[in-house]
């Protein structure tokens, strides 16, 4: 899965998770309701900008790591 997608696919289960619709999430980031719709469907890939709006407004945060690196013991040492 491309970078992009696992990005889409976080917002998309945080978003799904608290309940919220687009058009909240929208208000929160401040990004209009169709951008949002356009970058979950994957017909745009947005600019990083955007991302960061709406990944912030859904309280994640993007972050890397060498490539391989087995994210359940990372997620464990973080604890």
Do not use: D, F, Y
């Not at 608290?18 to 990004?31: D, F, I, M, Y």
Request: proline share 3%; no cysteine.
């Amino acid at each position: 899965m491309g970078m992009n997608n696992q990005i889409r696919e976080a917002a998309r289960r945080e978003l799904n998770g608290r309940g919220w619709t687009q058009q909240q999430l929208a208000g929160k980031a401040r990004v209009r309701q169709a951008t949002i719709s356009r970058l979950l469907a994957g017909e745009r890939t947005g600019e990083p900008a955007t991302w960061e709006r709406l990944l912030s407004a859904l309280e994640l945060e993007l972050i890397a790591v060498p490539k391989g690196t087995n994210l359940e013991n990372l997620a464990e040492k973080g604890r």
